[in-house]
């Protein structure tokens, strides 16, 4: 199982990014997904999940309106499209598969990818 994160840049405040994660070795399909990131000096946060219904969550306030997750089944793909970036949006951002129990980003996951880095200036 690979997860690979890409589509991470960096960007002018204001601007908006759509992260991609390309699962292999593996039917994503099946699975409940999430995006997360870790900023310089910050705690790993949960932003949003998506079930294999389709079904999402976005705990985290600050991005609620922002972000969207989905998935493309048919490539094995899930997206979290970032608009109205801000500088504290400056991040690792990554993408995990597998919930362990209810398709939330506060869930346990067990496939993680390596990352990919989002840098918004002002």
């Known amino acids: 199982v690979q997860l690979v994160e890409s589509g991470g840049d960096s960007v002018q405040a204001g601007g908006s990014l759509r992260l991609s994660c390309a699962v292999s070795?593996?039917?994503?399909?099946?699975?409940?997904m999430g995006w997360f990131r870790q900023g310089p000096g910050k705690e790993r946060e949960g932003l949003a999940s998506?079930?294999?219904?389709?079904?999402?969550?976005y705990p985290t306030d600050s991005v609620k309106g922002r972000f969207t997750i989905s998935r493309d089944n048919a490539r094995n793909t899930v997206y979290l499209q970032m608009n109205n970036l801000k500088p504290e949006d400056t991040a690792m951002y990554y993408c995990?598969?597998?919930?362990?129990?209810?398709?939330?980003?506060?869930?346990?996951?067990?496939?993680w990818g390596l990352g990919t880095q989002v840098t918004v200036s002002s």
């Open positions: 995990a598969a597998s919930a362990v129990g209810p398709c939330v980003p506060s869930s346990e996951y067990i496939h």
């Open positions: 070795g593996w039917n994503a399909t099946r699975y409940c």
């Open positions: 998506i079930s294999i219904r389709g079904a999402t969550s």
